[in-house]
Nanobody, 123 residues
């Protein structure tokens, strides 16, 4: 079965860290760019970060630049999003999506997406 499964979400205090994982099964991530998106209640979905198929290109939304780091481990068929210095405004459901070619950070340009993992930043 082809799927993407996100994990690593949870409750964290402001200033804390979490590492999200996006694990693929049923196919290899090697030839895809991987995007992370988030959607907070009542807000539009936002493209957070993307990593190219080779891992040599990474992109970040201005809102997370300098705090989040995307990486990939093709041997584990997994992409990670390390989130540091978390803020309450980072609270959202985070999901990953794959696309062929270059990073677009466009949700509806993805080949498919995972179901997401909830991140809550609160004291």
């Amino acid at each position: 079965q082809v799927q993407l499964v996100e994990s690593g979400g949870g409750l964290v205090q402001p200033g804390g860290s979490l590492r999200l994982s996006c694990a693929a099964s049923g196919f290899t991530l090697d030839y895809f760019a991987i995007n992370w998106f988030r959607q907070a209640p009542g807000k539009e979905r936002e493209g957070v970060s993307c990593i190219g198929s080779s891992g040599g290109s990474t992109y970040y939304a201005d809102s997370v630049k300098g705090r989040f780091t995307i990486s990939r481990d093709n041997a584990k068929n997994t992409v990670y999003l390390q989130m540091n210095s978390l803020k309450p405004e980072d609270t959202a459901v985070y999901s990953c999506g794959i696309e062929r070619g270059s990073c677009s950070l466009s949700y509806y340009g993805m080949d498919f997406w995972g179901k997401g993992t909830l991140v809550t930043v609160s004291a």
